[in-house]
């Protein structure tokens, strides 16, 4: 068997592999405890498996790291730069809110959504991440900051839904009580509109929450902001948020980023109400965090307060999101496009 991370097995891949071993199943469960409880950094730690068993896991896996390479720090913001071993640059970051931690994890090395606004897909997908890379995120994290993270949003470099396999790996491995014990309704995933992937997504077992990049209603718009809508348009992507819905019953998320003079206007947000109108639903309105690199400004002030306005009117939940880090590049992709100067 080839060397693995040994982050990327759920405690069922490693039952399986206890019992391949004429081992008792249980000991995936103690192994699981030694790495996402007592978080060892090396098999010898391991005092309750038997001697053979630990160089039979030392000649198949490694205890694998990332590099972290940067932290710049804001006000209730860290954002931190890891290089993985193939030295591509990930970024992961970490917001203080009232109620917790939350860290915005990468999913990808670039992305092929090709999203005009977005600073990550200026580098298209190299690869995707890993369960272990991803896991390592917030592992080496809450080491670094000696604290438990309380939420993971996977909102950072790359579209989750183009490395579902992975993602869901993820998923299975940080919410189980063994492993990083993260609640399932504390994780979020974000998609620009993967419609097959939120068709199997709904029938997962956890109580993840989704999310949806929508960013315009009119199918115009979003066709020259988003290249997804033109595979899976607003009707299909609807369709299968209305089908995700009636299989899950859980609240979905719409993402609105507010674009100067694209997707602003009075007309605009009647159309994401009407769209929207008698869904389980809330609309999380994003302030633009501009970039040197891309011509979209953020909309102005009155601007954003006139598009709240005429959705609480309608009685649809919405918020405009709290920003952060604005300082310190703190959107997506920013700090990898800095370090390596593209
Ligand atoms: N690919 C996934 C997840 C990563 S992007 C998705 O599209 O949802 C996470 C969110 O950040 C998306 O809503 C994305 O549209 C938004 N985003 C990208 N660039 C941004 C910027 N410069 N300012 C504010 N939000 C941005």
Same mark, same amino acid.
């Given at each position: 068997?080839?060397?693995?991370?040994?982050?990327?097995?759920?405690?069922?891949?490693?039952?399986?592999?206890?019992?391949?071993?004429?081992?008792?199943?249980?000991?995936?469960?103690?192994?699981?405890?030694?790495?996402?409880?007592?978080?060892?950094?090396?098999?010898?730690?391991?005092?309750?498996?038997?001697?053979?068993?630990?160089?039979?896991?030392?000649?198949?896996?490694?205890?694998?790291?990332?590099?972290?390479?940067?932290?710049?720090?804001?006000?209730?913001?860290?954002?931190?730069?890891?290089?993985?071993?193939?030295?591509?640059?990930?970024?992961?970051?970490? $917001? &203080?809110?009232?109620?917790?931690?939350?860290?915005? +994890? %990468?999913?990808? /090395?670039?992305?092929?959504? @090709?999203?005009? !606004?977005?600073?990550?897909?200026?580098?298209?997908?190299?690869?995707?991440?890993?369960?272990?890379?991803?896991?390592?995120?917030? $592992? &080496?994290?809450?080491?670094?900051?000696?604290?438990? +993270? %309380?939420?993971? /949003?996977?909102?950072?470099? @790359?579209?989750? !839904?183009?490395?579902?396999?992975?993602?869901?790996?993820?998923?299975?491995?940080?919410?189980?009580?063994?492993?990083?014990?993260?609640?399932?309704?504390?994780?979020?995933?974000?998609?620009?509109?993967?419609?097959?992937?939120?068709?199997?997504?709904?029938?997962?077992?956890?109580?993840?929450?989704?999310?949806?990049?929508?960013?315009?209603?009119?199918?115009?718009?979003?066709?020259?902001?988003?290249?997804?809508?033109?595979?899976?348009?607003?009707?299909?992507?609807?369709?299968?948020?209305?089908?995700?819905?009636?299989?899950?019953?859980?609240?979905?998320?719409?993402?609105?980023?507010?674009?100067?003079?694209?997707?602003?206007?009075?007309?605009?947000?009647?159309?994401?109400?009407?769209?929207?109108?008698?869904?389980?639903?809330?609309?999380?309105?994003?302030?633009?965090?501009?970039?040197?690199?891309?011509?979209?400004?953020?909309?102005?002030?009155?601007?954003?307060?006139?598009?709240?306005?005429?959705?609480?009117?309608?009685?649809?939940?919405?918020?405009?999101?709290?920003?952060?880090?604005?300082?310190?590049?703190?959107?997506?992709?920013?700090?990898?496009?800095?370090?390596?100067?593209?």
């Amino acid at each position: 068997m080839a060397m693995e991370s040994i982050y990327n097995k759920s405690l069922k891949d490693l039952e399986d592999y206890f019992i391949n071993k004429n081992e008792k199943k249980y000991k995936a469960t103690q192994l699981f405890e030694w790495l996402y409880q007592k978080r060892i950094t090396s098999f010898d730690e391991i005092t309750n498996i038997k001697k053979s068993i630990i160089d039979e896991l030392k000649e198949d896996f490694t205890l694998e790291k990332l590099a972290l390479v940067k932290v710049e720090k804001d006000v209730d913001v860290n954002k931190y730069l890891f290089e993985l071993a193939d030295k591509a640059h990930v970024e992961s970051v970490l $917001m &203080m809110h009232t109620y917790g931690k939350s860290l915005c +994890i %990468s999913s990808q /090395v670039g992305c092929n959504m @090709g999203c005009k !606004f977005c600073e990550s897909g200026r580098l298209k997908k190299v690869r995707n991440l890993t369960p272990s890379e991803m896991i390592l995120q917030i $592992m &080496m994290i809450e080491k670094e900051i000696k604290d438990r +993270i %309380s939420h993971v /949003v996977i909102m950072g470099i @790359g579209e989750p !839904f183009d490395n579902y396999d992975n993602i869901v790996k993820f998923i299975e491995i940080i919410n189980a009580p063994q492993g990083l014990q993260l609640g399932s309704r504390h994780i979020t995933v974000s998609t620009c509109g993967i419609v097959p992937k939120i068709l199997e997504f709904a029938l997962l077992p956890y109580q993840v929450n989704l999310a949806i990049s929508l960013h315009s209603a009119s199918n115009d718009t979003r066709d020259q902001i988003m290249p997804i809508n033109k595979v899976y348009n607003i009707e299909a992507l609807m369709d299968a948020v209305k089908k995700y819905l009636s299989k899950t019953n859980r609240r979905v998320t719409f993402e609105y980023i507010l674009l100067d003079g694209v997707n602003d206007s009075v007309n605009d947000a009647n159309k994401l109400c009407d769209l929207v109108a008698g869904m389980n639903c809330y609309i999380n309105l994003i302030p633009y965090n501009e970039t040197n690199h891309l011509q979209f400004k953020r909309s102005k002030k009155d601007t954003i307060l006139r598009f709240y306005d005429i959705i609480k009117k309608r009685n649809i939940n919405v918020t405009i999101r709290r920003e952060f880090g604005g300082k310190i590049s703190a959107a997506c992709g920013q700090l990898r496009s800095k370090k390596e100067d593209v």
